[in-house]
């Protein structure tokens, strides 16, 4: 189970108090709400009369049916419980991560971003899947096999693409949200004060944890001349295409996971052969 902090700790000694029932009591009812996403809980203890149920603006039911003093009691906690878990930064789904709108003839999501962690649950470390070393994140987001985690202070965003995770350079953006396209090649934008700016244009610093570099500037092309001492064709001298074959294979790896659509890979392909 996860544990509480010391502020989560001062929580439930103050509810439990206030609604004179045990710490033991005010724990269980603090994970049941956590569980139910701060609109219902499924409880079960002896303190809150056995088996029962709370919802939101709804029914709360208990073991004891008739006592109905016992059933305001746990209407009021929940509820309580329920705002105070709300006000925890990213602690709960909010709908702006699944907002659904049509375009460009995919489905996309846009998912707005959930601010840093809660301060009455201890992190799980199973769950940091982004770098350590960048912090707490200022938000984070979440959509189908995507998971988002941005760093405004480092100027760092990571995303993590079905355990993939990268890390990318986000210069000085300020971003406020993302969208993920779900249709052909599943490409992902962000919102920042520039208006829209596609992923695949921000630079990767890590991959895994491990350092990406930059491919480095295609040579400048000098004057050559018509023929080549000893060649009657006139072949160009000087120009390796390794670098080229070696971008092209990072951008199919980018279109793999999903970064690119097929269609911006080829656009990008054909401006990169065409370098040759």
Known sequence: MQQL?????????????????????????????????????????????GAGQWM???????GDMFNYALKGR?????????????????????????????????????????????TLF???????????????????GAQNNVRYAYFANA?????????????????????????????????ITLTSQYGTVNLASLPVVLRNGQPVQAPPP?????????????NAVGSPAGRDGSDIFGAIERLADLRAKGVLTDEEFSAKKAELLSRL
């Not at 702006?96 to 995919?106: D, E, I, K, P, V």
């Open 5 to 49: 902090t010391p502020a989560g700790q001062r929580l439930v000694a103050d509810l439990s108090q206030r609604y004179g029932v045990s710490n033991d009591a005010i724990t269980h009812m603090l994970f049941a709400v956590l569980n139910g996403n701060g609109s219902m809980a499924q409880f079960s203890h002896p303190e809150f009369g």
């Open 56 to 62: 939101r603006g709804g029914m709360t039911m208990v």
């Open 218 to 230: 295609p040579p400048l092309q000098q004057p050559q001349p018509a023929f080549q001492p000893g």
């Open 74 to 118: 746990v209407d009021s906690l929940c509820s309580e419980i329920a705002s105070v878990l709300n006000d925890q930064p990213g602690l709960l789904h909010s709908g702006s991560f699944q907002s659904q709108s049509q375009s460009g003839g995919g489905q996309s999501s846009s998912m707005g971003m959930g601010m840093g962690p809660s």
């Open 122 to 140: 201890v992190p799980d470390p199973r769950a940091q899947w982004y770098p350590a070393e960048l912090g707490a994140p200022n938000s984070l």
């Open 155 to 187: 100027h760092r965003l990571a995303v993590d693409v079905g355990g993939d995770v990268w890390v990318y350079d986000t210069l000085d953006h300020q971003i406020g949200g993302f969208s993920q396209q779900q249709g052909s090649g599943g490409s």
